[in-house]
């Protein structure tokens, strides 16, 4: 009896600190989520058919065509409503969107996928090892393991959404005349995918990429990830870019390149930015031998 009571206050007090440490991350999580760039930003076009729809930081882009739109990326699980509304204020019916891509299956980049799936009927495309944290609502089998059991139990994760399709590295997609090549540059997580494709704006065509992100979390390393990373800054360097962005879009200079933009004989020309380009691929070269985590 004595120990059985004992036992009990054992088991209560291992709940009590379990559940402390719960509210602690889930705080911290709400907290950067907030601060991190869930904020409402002005949509608008970079260059040609290619907007930007996304948040203060978490970035998503849309690609119109006369077939169809490609949207890239979805945010956080409520990051989702603002790209919509993002949508249809440049004049576009979220309908007509087709293909929804993903850089990389984080609540951030993938927690909106859902969402804008079911409100689109869009098909979902993705790498192999994408696919799999996307169709299990973010839990990535690379992660540590604290994070995966609070995405197990429901504390952190977000709607899983349905893969119709997966890639591989060099893979196009296509939509009418609209097509982005795919390039599987893993390093932040395996799947990790970068987008070129070409835009026209007025007589001329321009060479966009899309970069993954190419810093490492310490809550999400695998083996190989050294040598990803060093393959995809090689990759990366290799892509004739004239605008770039990322998933984040502090890293790009969205607000910057878009108040430039609004003053600009030619609107296009801020986002023209091939050593911004070239600067962000040193700072993640550098990263990388100096062994920096984010
Ligand atoms: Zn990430």
């Known amino acids: 009896m ?14 009590a600190v379990l559940s402390v440490v719960v509210l602690v991350l889930v705080a911290r999580r709400l907290n950067a989520t907030k601060i991190g760039g869930q904020g409402p930003a002005e949509p608008f076009r970079i260059a040609g058919n290619f907007y930007y729809v996304g948040a203060t930081d978490a970035a998503a882009f849309l690609i119109t065509g006369p077939e169809g739109h490609v949207v890239l990326d979805g945010g956080y699980p409520t990051t989702a409503r603002l790209v919509m509304a993002s949508i249809a204020k440049l004049g576009f019916d979220i309908k007509d969107v087709k293909v929804l891509l993903n850089s990389e299956p984080h609540a951030d980049h993938g927690g909106g996928l859902a969402a804008l799936q079911q409100a689109s009927g869009a098909e979902l495309w993705a790498s192999e090892a994408s ?4 169709a299990s609502g973010g ?7 604290p994070l995966r059991a609070l995405i197990w139990i429901g504390v952190l994760g977000y709607p899983p959404a349905h893969v119709d399709h997966r890639f591989k590295d060099g893979d196009t997609i296509r939509v009418g005349p609209t097509a982005l090549t795919a390039h599987i540059t893993g390093g932040h997580t395996r ?18 990429v899309s970069a993954c992100d190419l810093g490492v979390l310490a809550t999400s390393t695998y083996p190989e990830q050294a040598a990803d990373r060093e393959r995809s800054i090689r990759v990366l360097r290799g892509l004739p870019a004239d605008i770039w962005v990322t998933c984040h879009a502090r890293w790009w200079g969205r607000y910057r390149k878009f108040v430039a933009s ?4 030619n609107p296009v020309e801020p986002f023209i930015d091939p050593e911004g380009y070239r600067a962000f691929l040193d700072a993640a070269e550098a990263e990388l031998r100096e062994g920096r985590t984010h």
């Open 139 to 145: 839990d990535d089998p690379d992660g540590v393991l």
């Open 131 to 134: 696919a799999d944290v996307l």
């Open 262 to 265: 609004t003053t600009a004989k």
């Open 2 to 15: 004595l120990l059985n009571v004992t036992k009990r206050r054992q088991l209560v007090l291992v709940l």
């Open 191 to 208: 799947g990790c995918t970068s987008w070129s494709f070409p835009v026209r704006d007025g007589d001329r065509v321009l060479n966009v």
